[in-house]
């Protein structure tokens, strides 16, 4: 995945031309990674642009913010205006959504205080994150070597800049062992979630996920496929899971707004189940495919259209949509 390098970024307000999109090496998010940030994505859906959770994202993002005591003078009205206004200002259909707070240039040294809180919002085009075929193949993952934080080190709920040097070398150590992804565990060695995905697993027909203890990101698709689940008629355990139960589950599963629903077929090159996609992972994939594509109505409210004369929110809730595939 290249940037295209082209388009406006929001800064604090403006739209800047991405080549001049720049900040001083001097700011404190350079040297000591004060910053958060979401990743939300808007789909071309065939009644429009629709950005998906576009409300929940901005809210952790804000809460985010909050923990690391940098909070933006923007509400969450506020911050979802200026996510559309940015991609109507790109014209781009479907993008990837990424807004930042960060500290910026007054000071250097630990203390982030003195320095000023500054944002921004990026957008560019971005497919499958884990390959092509990985939503129908599934993807080969180990268990890493690297744990998550521990509690009361980095604070695993807030999506900061941090927490993803953690992130990187659970994903280094994978890649270069041959795997597509790493799993990580907690300190006290459960299960925890990918370098950037929740993890699910299904066995004898339940599905199991992790819970907000064991050092996890409060993921907006992990609730979105907790809820669609229980739809469906699953029952799902959001529990405390030690690492073993990767081995013996029939099916794997990570979701997140880059990974989607994505099957994992071997841990640790142990085969899971038989080896393909299971039937609770393509359901799921199925129902969240449908609902981030417009194709049912969207009954809890979580697509937002960008465009003029496309559906509002009543609009989009309601039927008449008709489309398949
Ligand atoms: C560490 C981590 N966990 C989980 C997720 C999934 O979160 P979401 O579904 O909100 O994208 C992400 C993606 O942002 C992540 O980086």
Known sequence: MAFPGTGRIWMNGSLVAWADAKIHIASHVVHYGSAVFEGARCYATPRGSACFRLDAHMRRLQQ???????????????????????????KLTACYIRPLVYRGYETLGVNPLPNPVDAAILLWEWGSYLGKDALEQGVDVKVSSWARMAPNTLPAMAKSAANYANSALIKMEAIGDGFTEGLALDVHGNLSEGSGQNLFLVRDGVVYTPPLGSSILGGITRDSVIVLARELGYTVVEATLPREMLYIADEVFVVGTAAEVTPIRSVDRLTVGSGRRGPVTEALQRTFFAVIRGEVPDRHGWLTYVYPGEPTAREAAGAGVGVTG
Not at 73 to 79: T, V
């Open 64 to 90: 985010s913010a909050r923990i690391y005591r940098m909070e933006y003078p923007l509400d969450l009205a506020g911050w979802q205006s200026a996510v559309l206004d940015t991609i109507r200002a790109n």
